[in-house]
């Protein structure tokens, strides 16, 4: 289950490297380079985040063990049905004109020479005749001709900068402006989510995502979905006499509110130690393909099946999208192990009755330019694609494919729906939660219909 490498920019491994320490527990987000936008920040530290949890260990940003000692009201929260957003990152800036082919626009085979498919190529995109879907998205397409996508084809924001720093950052924190300290998601979490659960904003990369970093509200990172238990500075055999410890120390009476509190918050962590520590070894009703994403995402179906009480969940797509040379192969190899495994995920869902209550969006910095570069591979560009999947999904396509005719200033594919008005009504019609404390300027954005009534 190995990722391969992919050829990116210095810009892009830099930004790799920096984002690499960003989630360490109570160090909140590093100083980037000068005139480069900060990503968003953890707000809550860890010393507060204890004080909160009556003093016991946590491992929260970035920890390879999730911390149970503060679920039992999320879980409660849970079974009532909560609606869950799971974000997929396509990190690097994805060639939105490979994934929805423009083979019927005659600029096409002359922009590209070399990396235009041919018209007989991947399966015809439904709602506008000029575009095939890439072979490596048949999956992808499958789920479209079932009514389960809706597509972006020329998804972005005005004058766009083709900085990876910068539009990420716009992506990830919802504004189209530098030095936001949280995502737009995580001001979502901060709104309607609980101050003693952390799984209501997930990160599945090992790191905290900026796009759920919170003000206050606590959220998690993982970096496997096989294990799960509390996190202890011991091992074996002494970790498991602390254990039982915990056990009796509360199931002991107290003699005030204070150590009352204690001893059922100690009692509640070695009982949810013993309910939620085997789900590392989950199972699943449909296979999946072998690969790490794949199998990261039945951890996460295996996940909303046990009640984890989950609202947003951010994990990074298969590989890497930086293809500023030799872009055939490697786009196409990671473009189908994503979208396989989205399938699967899918159909995990509705094998297990979840379907309804989840919904995933597909989204990527920037596209890429039309014409190729002299390297097989195509640069950084400006409108992208993103797309927004699930049972519920209203499976219509959103802003029209604009065509390569008349193109931006910068030679360029021109936008023709802009990123928040898609999480503006992400936010309203999936997740019940007016957008306009949470999304700067929403009230100028016409929501697309992306939920089925």
Request: hydrophobic share 40%; with cysteine.
């Amino acid at each position: 289950m190995s990722q391969r490498p992919h050829n990116c920019c210095g810009d892009y491994t830099r930004s790799q490297l920096l984002r690499s320490a960003a989630a360490e527990a109570g160090k909140g987000l590093p100083i980037i380079e000068p005139g480069m936008p900060e990503p968003a920040g953890t707000g809550l530290s860890r010393r507060k985040f204890l004080s909160r949890s009556a003093g016991l260990a946590l491992a929260v940003y970035g920890a390879s063990k999730i911390p149970l000692s503060a679920f039992e009201t999320g879980i409660a929260q849970a079974a009532t049905g909560d609606k869950v957003l799971v974000s997929v990152f396509f990190d690097g800036g994805i060639d939105a004109l490979s994934v929805l082919a423009p083979v019927g626009d005659p600029r096409y085979s002359q922009l590209r020479p070399n990396l235009a498919l041919s018209p007989e190529t991947g399966t015809p995109f439904s709602e506008d005749t000029r575009l095939n879907w890439h072979p490596a998205a048949a999956s992808l397409a499958t789920l479209h001709a079932e009514g389960k996508v809706s597509a972006f084809p020329a998804i972005g924001y005005d004058h766009p900068d083709q900085s990876h720093f910068t539009s990420r950052h716009f992506y990830e924190v919802g504004e189209l402006a530098v030095g936001f300290r949280t995502g737009w998601l995580g001001r979502y979490i901060d709104l309607v989510g609980d101050s003693e659960n952390p799984l209501q904003g997930l990160s599945m990369d090992g790191s905290l995502s900026p796009m759920i970093a919170t003000a206050e509200k606590p959220v998690a990172a993982i970096d496997s979905v096989d294990g799960y238990d509390l996190w202890a500075p011991v091992s074996d055999p002494i970790d498991s006499e602390m254990y039982r410890s915990f056990a009796r120390f509360g199931a002991l009476p107290a003699d005030s509110p204070a150590l009352a509190q204690v001893r059922k918050a100690t009692a509640q962590t070695d009982k949810l130690r013993q309910d939620l520590g085997g789900i590392g070894g989950f199972t699943s009703p449909v296979a999946y393909p072998d690969t790490y994403f794949a199998h990261k995402l039945a951890g996460l179906a295996a996940f909303i099946a046990a009640g984890l009480p989950m609202r947003a969940v951010t994990i990074r797509a298969a590989g890497g999208y930086d293809t500023h040379s030799d872009q055939a192969g490697d786009l196409e190899s990671n473009l189908r192990e994503t979208c396989e495994g989205l399938l699967a995920f899918q159909r995990d869902l509705e094998a297990r009755g979840l379907a309804d209550r989840v919904m995933t969006e597909m989204w990527s910095e920037f596209g890429r330019r039309p014409e190729e570069n002299g390297s097989a591979g195509t640069d950084h560009g400006a409108a992208g694609c993103a797309f927004v999947i699930g049972s519920k999904a209203k499976g219509e396509m959103v802003g029209e494919f604009p065509g390569l005719a008349s193109l931006d200033a910068n030679e360029n594919v021109r936008v023709t729906s802009d990123f928040r008005a898609m999480y503006c009504a992400l936010l309203e019609q999936w997740l019940g939660q007016d957008a306009g404390p949470i999304i700067p300027g929403a009230s100028g954005f016409a929501r697309p219909t992306l939920v089925k009534a």
